[in-house]
């Protein structure tokens, strides 16, 4: 790919060439187990839901970038020929369970536990060319990470369920605690969050046909290993 960048006044400051043809391999496996119980009364229920996930990613290939910096002429030249590979592992496992208990008629509250465990690694790795035509590895732009997760999630909803309208109150608690480390310095860290996640639904029915909705979801999302991982990127330079 050929870029380039100018400034303000159409001045050319750099032009770049850049070649980074990889070969990847993906994996990918999801199992779902769902079980529930019936009662007498419709409107109890008990759910469980367990789930697990795992993917993997492997690549590698060869990076080949010539830079020019222009600062009325030819200021300096940056070529980069390094070797690049990529392996990239994540087990989840998800627990989540749900109980439903009618209060009345038009009433139901709801109660839902869950655990949620995230293991990450990622293993980045760069290759220059040394003198004697052997790869060397570049520690800049190398690094192996571990992220691990471990969440607590629960909850509660009520909802009231009448012919012209529904209303659904929902709050969820969520306790994560952050695992990290870097294997290139055997440095560690581990953090621990709160997470609150409210939930509001509502909805008026002027005819089978025609209703109002108004519905807020409060959530947060936790980081990436990617966004994470301590490592310097020259793959656009």
């Known amino acids: 790919d050929a870029t380039s960048t100018i400034d303000g006044s159409s001045q050319l400051l750099n032009k770049a060439n850049t070649s980074y043809p990889t070969h ?3 994996k990918s496996l999801n199992e779902d187990v769902i079980w529930q119980k019936k009662f007498r009364n419709p409107r109890r229920t008990l759910s469980i ?3 697990t996930m795992q993917n993997g990613e ?4 060869y990076l080949n970038n010539r830079t020019v910096l222009l600062i009325d002429s030819i200021d300096s ?3 980069i020929n390094q070797y690049k590979t990529g392996t990239y592992q994540s087990n989840r496992i998800t627990f989540k369970t749900y109980y439903t208990e009618p209060i009345s008629k038009a009433i139901s ?3 839902d536990y869950g655990i949620n465990i995230l293991n990450d690694r990622l293993k980045l790795y760069s290759y220059n060319e040394g003198n004697n035509q052997l790869l060397q590895i ?3 732009y190398s690094n192996y990470y571990t992220f691990n997760q471990f969440g607590n999630i629960g909850g509660m909803s009520l909802t009231f369920n009448e012919k012209k309208y529904r209303l659904q109150l929902s709050n969820d608690i969520n306790l994560y605690r952050f695992s990290q480390l870097n294997n290139f310095n055997a440095s560690s860290l581990k953090r621990y969050f709160f997470n609150w996640s409210p939930f509001l639904l509502y909805q008026y029915n002027f005819s089978p046909l025609k209703n109002f909705r ?3 979801l409060g959530t947060s999302i936790q980081p990436t290993i990617q966004q994470l991982q301590p490592v310097s990127n020259n793959r656009d330079p």
């Open 58 to 61: 492997n690549y590698s290939g």
């Open 138 to 140: 570049d520690s800049l």
């Open 109 to 111: 509250i709801m109660f």
């Open 214 to 216: 108004f519905s807020y």
């Open 24 to 26: 990847r391999h993906d």
């Open 49 to 51: 839901d367990f789930n």
């Open 77 to 79: 030249i940056q070529n």
